[in-house]
């Protein structure tokens, strides 16, 4: 037989030739070079291209947010052709489109005017009698409504509208210089001014008044200020005149049905009282809250506030001074809604007060910064608080006036060496301070129109000013979105998000505090639920259940994951949440009672006889579920008794009606603490002495010495949770302190809650966890698992001593993970959470998320709007929140891999 020796060489044909017979390739074929290249093109490809994808959507999300905190901008415009004769010194107000005015004179005589160019286009008297001795002594109008008021020397009065009047005109029905007009210019027509909409639409607008012949005759003597609100009910017109007297009453108005003739007359007239106040001539006169709140203020900074009682009559309601000493009230005006009061004084300070009612969470005070006597509170149980401190201008002279925007809560102030502001009430944002020479303005007004914003003022020799507004996003700063804002009405400063409401009166609030709050809560609970049952899945998975089930279990667990969150919320939502409600007090149970029993079940397994327990290994399982499901049972037996011992009967009425004490939630918050407190004291105390004396006694004896410290230790759990849950409450009792945990941990129950949702999102997370933490286990060496089993080390020991120290880095990502899923999920606590943004940590009421918020609102959002952009700010909080979340995952993986890789 041939053979060939070791040594030799090999042939080529030798090495070419394979097993088969068949030569083999020496070269990598050019179809096979090709696949590789284009596959690690495309991956190459496809990852970077990820990568810009991500960073593109952070850019588009930070190009969207960085608006709302630009500062606003003011531009001055000429006026180029205005007349010398154009009087408006009493008082204006400007069209939501910017091209036409009308204003009120020192004589009294209304003119409107060209906003574009100063030029006045019609001039008219208030009344036809006004020319037989009758002077005009006040005037009031109202920056957000159309209602005006006159006041004469001989102690009458005129009210009436004057509203903007939008009409569009047909090409055809327009002169050739109009046709000829570019889009945005403007001409005076036909007693309005005409404009060309971008659109080419021809846009007229007009001013028109609707002023009675004769005036009404309320006083004896001449008016010297005058305020009216139009109401349901007709207008409310307050007095006060030369010979200190303040009268309030309503118009009323009366239409013939035979002539169509509308007559006027003062109807519910009273007057109100003004004992103690100085004996100088007030200055201001202003009427709030759809007339419901009168104010009167002199210029030492004395304030009478007037209201309506529950019988619907006028009271002195409180009197206060609203600047300190040495300071006097320069300019007074409400901001739009007409509850907060807007004061400027001598010193360049701008306050802004409102009502707010007395409770226990007041924060504030009705008194100047220097004055310290005691607040006294008013009858009606309101106190006139100072909410707001904007500070002084560019610099620090006198508030020579103020401009509220009819729209939101900006305001224009105008200051006594011609420089200007503009600040946003709520917030205290000042947007910008704008420096000018030229004379203080008297009077200020603001465009309603963000796209068309400008600013006007006026100064007591009549000389117009015009600024261009860039305005920007007045309500957005990083104060009103992120810490605590005073809003009209509330007792104290607090985080709220309510973005719409049903008219301009009700400012919006932007607070995200209540958002990210619920952010965190949602994914609280649900890792809370989740992460536990799905890490300890993870570990029976891999270290204690028989390898033959495995191909079974795990992928069921993983196709848990394949259920829609939509469908998750939806059996949350119509039929978890119902249930939870009804069985209440057996759900609460069932997580003490299901350990319990499966503990006292594990106890009695031990008395078993060695040779019954071993005949029964392979059913341990079988009677660990009965034992659980038993566990179910014993909570639905047990649940009225406790609902009866602890809850008064009623467990739905003590959360919401605050029935009974607050034992039984003491009780179902400090049981775990407890018990966990008791388990570690058993632990170390307990157990070293039993087992130093149990060290002879039989087997038997030894199981009945474990169970009998087990009851034990479950009674002492038992009545020391209850007893230290009584001596809270009995504390508070005794020390006036609030104790009632219905009042701080809990408090009332929503159908669609926290509870819910954790549960549900467990479905959700579950999976990802136990997948990722399942690979993570499998991926330790098998030779460390050999060498502790073979130490002497049980199962038990080995997987939390050994395995999961080696696997910390993989259990740490599939958790991060998780908490990524949770912080993200929208539909299911969009459907199950009731969706209402509120900063509470009970478990048993409802949040909103960032991602449910952006869900819900951006539908609606105007583009470009506050609203529209602060949407955007979620979703980039949410985007770095994910972002910072898998970073630290990342980080604390590769340390925990670094560790582990010199095992």
């Known amino acids: ?256 049905i035979f002539t169509g003739e509308v007559t006027s007359e003062p109807a519910d007239q009273v007057e109100l009282p003004v004992d103690g106040a100085p004996t100088s001539q007030p200055n201001f006169l202003l009427m709030g809250e759809s007339g419901s709140r009168l104010y009167l203020i002199w210029e030492d900074g004395t304030l009478f506030r007037y209201s309506l009682d529950d019988s619907r009559k006028w009271y002195l309601a409180e009197s206060l001074k609203v600047v300190p000493a040495g300071r006097t009230v320069t300019s007074v005006k409400l901001a739009a809604g007409r509850t907060t009061l807007l004061i400027g004084d001598s010193e360049g300070d701008l306050t802004g007060w409102f009502p707010v009612r007395d409770t226990p969470d007041f924060a504030g005070t009705n008194r100047p910064v220097e004055d310290e006597t005691e607040t006294v509170l008013p009858d ?68 309603p129109q963000a796209e068309r914003s400008s600013i006007y003022g006026v100064s007591e020799d009549h000389d117009l000013f015009r600024g261009k507004v860039e305005i920007g996003h007045p309500a957005a700063s990083l104060a009103g979105l992120f810490a605590p804002i005073w809003y009209e009405g509330y007792a104290a400063p607090a985080s709220v998000w309510q973005s719409t409401s049903a008219s301009d009166a009700t400012e919006p609030k932007f607070g995200l505090g209540p958002i990210i709050f619920g952010t965190l809560k949602a994914t609280f609970y649900s890792m809370l639920f989740g992460a536990p049952l799905a890490l300890m899945a993870a570990i029976y998975t891999s ?97 009225p008794i406790v609902e009866d011992v602890l809850f008064r009967g009623n467990i739905l009425l003590w959360f919401s009606e605050r029935k009974g004490s607050g034992i039984g939630g003491w009780f179902l918050i400090l049981t775990p603490l407890v018990t966990l407190v008791v388990a570690l004291l058993a632990r170390t105390f307990v157990t070293p002495i039993l087992i130093n004396a149990t060290r002879n006694w039989s087997r038997s004896a030894c199981t009945a010495a474990d169970l009998g410290k087990f009851a034990v230790a479950g009674l002492i759990v038992l009545a020391g949770t209850y007893l230290l849950s009584w001596a809270l409450i009995q504390f508070g009792s005794l020390t006036g302190l609030d104790l009632d945990p219905r009042n701080s941990l809990i408090g009332s129950f929503d159908q669609r809650n926290a509870f819910i949702v954790g549960f549900v999102m467990g479905f959700a997370i579950i999976p990802i966890i136990f997948t990722l933490a399942d690979d993570a286990l499998m991926s330790v060496p098998q030779q460390l698992r050999s060498a502790s089993l073979g130490s002497g080390a049980t199962p038990w020991q080995t997987a939390m001593r050994v395995v999961l120290p080696t696997a910390m880095s993989g259990l740490f990502s599939a958790l991060m993970v998780g908490l990524g899923r949770a912080v993200g999920e929208t539909m299911i606590v969009l459907m199950a959470a009731g969706n209402t943004p509120i900063l509470d940590f009970n478990i048993f009421n409802g949040f909103r998320t960032l991602s449910a918020n952006i869900a819900v609102e951006l539908p609606e959002a105007v583009k470009g709007s506050t609203h529209f952009r602060i949407l955007f700010l979620c979703a980039l909080l949410l985007f770095i929140l994910t972002f910072i979340v898998n970073t630290v995952a990342e980080i604390v993986r590769i340390r925990f891999r670094k560790r582990a890789s010199q095992l």
């Open 543 to 639: 270290e204690i259940m028989p390898s033959r089930w495995r191909p079974a279990i795990k992928p069921t667990i993983e196709n848990m994951a394949s259920l829609p969150s939509v469908v998750l919320g939806y059996v949350a939502a119509i039929v978890i949440a119902p249930y939870v409600e009804k069985w209440l007090p057996m759900i609460l149970l069932v997580p003490f009672i299901v350990p319990l029993a499966l503990l006292t079940g594990a106890y009695l397994w031990q008395m078993l006889p060695v040779r019954v327990a071993l005949r029964l290994e392979n059913g341990r399982m079988f009677f660990a579920a009965v034992t659980a499901l038993a566990g179910v049972f014993a909570a639905y037996l047990l649940g």
């Open 380 to 447: 009606d149980g309101y106190l006139l608080t100072r909410a707001h401190e904007y500070g002084r201008g560019p610099t620090e002279a006198a508030v020579s006036g103020l401009g509220p925007s009819p729209r939101d809560r900006t305001v224009a102030v105008g200051y006594a060496d011609g420089s200007l502001s503009l600040i946003q009430t709520t917030n205290e944002r000042r947007m910008v301070d704008f420096v000018r020479d030229g004379p203080p303005a008297k009077h200020l007004a603001l465009t």
């Open 1 to 256: 037989m041939h053979s060939v020796r070791a040594d030799r060489p090999e042939t080529m044909a030798e090495k070419t030739s394979a097993f088969t017979g068949r030569k083999r390739q020496l070269s990598t074929r050019r179809t096979v070079k090709f696949a590789d290249q284009f596959a690690a093109s495309v991956i190459t490809v496809g990852g970077i291209g990820t990568i810009g994808a991500v960073f593109l959507v952070g850019v588009l999300l930070v190009w969207e947010v960085v608006p709302l905190f630009q500062p606003a901008e003011i531009t001055p415009v000429a006026l180029p052709q205005t007349d010398s004769s154009l009087d408006v010194s009493r008082g204006f107000r400007v069209d939501e489109y910017d091209v036409i005015g009308w204003g009120a004179g020192e004589d009294g005589s209304i003119t409107s005017f060209s906003t574009r160019t100063g030029e006045s286009i019609s001039t008219r008297s208030v009344v036809s009698t006004q020319d037989d001795g009758r002077d005009v002594t006040a005037f009031s109008i109202a920056f957000d409504q159309p209602d005006i008021a006159f006041g004469f020397a001989d102690g009458s009065v005129v009210t009436g509208l004057a509203a903007f009047k939008t009409d569009f005109l047909e090409a055809e029905s327009v002169p050739e210089e109009v046709r000829s007009l570019a889009t945005n210019q403007t001409r005076i027509y036909d007693g309005g001014i005409v404009e060309v909409t971008p659109r080419g639409q021809f846009r007229v607008q007009r001013v028109e008044f609707d002023l009675p012949d004769e005036p009404l005759d309320v006083a004896d003597s001449p008016v010297t200020l005058i305020d009216v609100v139009g109401t349901s009910s007709g207008p409310v017109v307050a007095v006060w005149s030369e010979e200190r007297r303040l009268l309030l009453f309503r118009i009323k108005q009366s239409e013939n």
